[in-house]
Nanobody
Framework: QVQFVESGGGLVQFGGSLRLSCAASGSIFSTYRIAWYRQAPGKQRELVASFTRTGSTDYKDSVKDRFTISRDNARKTVYLQMNSLKPEDTATYYC?????????WGQGTLVTVSS
């Protein structure tokens, strides 16, 4: 059973923008805060954007001020707006619970940033 469906990735030039979408199952969305992770080839999966317990947002330092996480409760969807993209942002992006991914990972959506 699919828990998360990520979409919106693609090939973008340096400095470009993309908005990723994560459609989560209703039970997960209503119980946990959903976050964005990414994994580059040969590297560990890392947390890049999440919601805090105080209602704010938190980001990996390297994406702060460039990425914005948001959610639409009615659509049970979490978004990641990515601006000023850099080649080092190239990775497969996933959504899951935070700070640990409690559920099975989806297929992710590939973001490739050309230099």
């Amino acid at each position: 059973q699919v828990q998360f469906v990520e979409s919106g990735g693609g090939l973008v030039q340096f400095g470009g923008s993309l908005r990723l979408s994560c459609a989560a199952s209703g039970s997960i969305f209503s119980t946990y805060r959903i976050a964005w992770y990414r994994q580059a080839p040969g590297k560990q999966r890392e947390l890049v954007a999440s919601f805090t317990r105080t209602g704010s947002t938190d980001y990996k330092d390297s994406v702060k001020d460039r990425f914005t996480i948001s959610r639409d409760n009615a659509r049970k969807t979490v978004y990641l707006q990515m601006n000023s993209l850099k080649p080092e942002d190239t990775a497969t992006y996933y959504c899951n619970t935070a700070p640990l991914g409690f559920y099975a990972w989806g297929q992710g959506t590939l973001v490739t940033v050309s230099s």
